[in-house]
């Protein structure tokens, strides 16, 4: 028995989705309210009947998500904006203090990871300790919102309104992560791994232990570059790449490789315009002149982060 599920804490979110359409139906000055509420309530729908819903009624959902974007009927209403004196007053006010909730996240995910996986009495589990990384992530936003509330004197429908405008300024662009990882799913599927296998073993002397973690990571990070998310890169990367000439011919530690090889991914989703929810919704947020400046001030820090996970691979991943 779990006490914490990961299918609780979906559900958690598509309840949220759920407030925000209905908060976008009631704006009469929406410019496309039944669309967007339409939109939103489909995502909550995903998260809720995710072990529900049968798979092809999923992906009909998907679908129709697709088609209120690709026709326009997603956009973000017009109440509830904040001046721009405003947000530099509050700016001034709490100075570097408006990062702690965000650095909250990772901190309670890294050692919830660690730590709730090992909790239960008996049988009774805490946590799923098979998702425990998700369920930690899940609670460290959660965490980080009652402090984000505490630090901002904001109430609860204060946060609530603030969190729909910034979903709705995201927009579509949200479920790029979901989608890219589904397509990565498909491109294994179809045999692009042995493709990209073929390809590396007659362009690069993959018999050479440092060669095939140079390829991996490489390819990692440029096929994500053009992916636009690390997770599907991965499923191709790792099935054309890793596998077969890291694990498979020299005896890497497949852990070790695929833990690295997604953080390589990563660097590659810092340095992509295709990453648009990630480097182009930001600088839209912060009203950047230059809508690539993100990813301009991302590039040194990707490249060390780069280099390091190579050396890293490099040392560990035969070794252990």
Not at 83 to 101: D, Q, T
């Amino acid at each position: 028995m779990k006490i914490i599920t990961v299918e609780a804490c979906y559900a958690v979110v598509g309840l949220y989705l759920f407030v925000l359409a209905g908060r976008i139906a009631a704006e009469r000055e929406h410019p496309r309210r039944w669309g967007s509420a339409l939109f939103w309530t489909l995502l909550g729908v995903t998260f809720i009947g995710a072990k529900i819903l049968a798979p092809i009624i999923i992906g009909y959902l998907v679908v129709a998500m697709v088609v209120l974007a690709a026709t326009g009927q997603v956009t973000r209403g017009v109440s509830h904006e904040v001046s721009r004196e405003e947000r530099v007053g509050h700016a001034e006010r709490l100075k570097n203090r408006i990062f702690w909730p965000a650095l909250l996240i990772p901190a309670t995910a890294v050692v919830g990871t660690l730590v709730l996986g090992e909790l239960h009495l008996g049988e009774v589990w805490l946590v799923e300790p098979k998702q425990v990384t998700l369920i930690a992530l899940s609670l460290g936003a959660m965490l980080a919102l009652i402090v984000a509330m505490r630090t901002t004197g904001a109430r609860v429908g204060a946060a609530s309104r603030e969190g729909s405008r910034l979903l709705q300024t995201l927009g579509w662009s949200l479920i790029l992560p979901q989608m890219l990882a589904a397509l990565g799913g498909i491109f294994a599927k179809a045999g692009v791994g042995e493709v990209v296998a073929g390809l590396v073993a007659q362009t690069v002397p993959t018999v050479v232990p440092w060669v095939a973690v140079v390829a991996y990571c490489g390819g990692m990070a440029l096929f994500t570059m053009v992916m636009g998310n690390a997770f599907a890169a991965f499923a191709v990367i790792t099935g054309g790449i890793g596998l077969p000439f890291i694990v498979k011919l020299h005896g890497g530690n497949p852990a070790i490789m695929a833990a690295i090889g997604m953080l390589s991914g990563y660097c590659g989703t810092l340095l992509t315009p295709m990453a648009a929810n990630f480097n182009l919704v930001p600088a839209m947020l912060l009203e950047l002149d230059d809508k690539h400046a993100v990813i301009k001030a991302q590039v040194p820090l990707a490249l060390v982060i780069f280099a390091a996970n190579v050396i890293l691979m490099m040392v560990l991943v035969y070794r252990f």
